[in-house]
């Protein structure tokens, strides 16, 4: 079984930046779909950022057009370690924060029905 651990969440002023960070309890070096996820109050989850490998074995990103230009998705650590680097943060970007893995496969998107989820972390910014 694949554990997923988000930190990093917390409370910021809009404009201000918050590194996620999500430990996971597998290496990833090819053939995995990884994302981040967010709901916000009355809100469905919504994909916001995912990083795959693909059939190449060349990592890509995919981003929401929301948070296109200001978050950035990483994996480092081993390839343990999945990052959702967020700058220039809005109200508007206020949720729960979930990271989520899918191994030994080749499709991936914003909308991937994962295998494994973490528990979320909060993330509030404050106009």
């Known amino acids: 079984q694949v554990q997923l651990v988000e930190s990093g969440g917390g409370s910021v002023q809009a404009g201000g930046s918050l590194r996620l960070s999500c430990a996971g309890s597998r290496s990833t070096y090819s053939d995995y779909c990884l994302g981040w996820f967010r709901q916000g109050p009355g809100n469905e989850r919504e994909g916001v950022a995912i990083?795959?490998?693909?059939?190449?074995?060349?990592?890509?990103?995919l981003y929401a057009d929301s948070v296109k230009g200001r978050f950035t998705i990483s994996l480092e650590n081993a390839k343990t370690t999945v990052y959702l680097q967020m700058d220039s943060l809005k109200p508007e970007d206020t949720a729960m924060y979930y990271c989520?893995?899918?191994?030994?496969?080749?499709?991936?998107?914003?909308?991937?029905?994962?295998?494994?989820w973490g528990q979320g972390t909060q993330v509030t910014v404050s106009s």
């Open positions: 989520a893995a899918t191994y030994n496969t080749w499709s991936c998107g914003l909308a991937y029905q994962h295998h494994y």
């Open positions: 990083i795959a490998s693909g059939s190449t074995g060349r990592a890509y990103t």
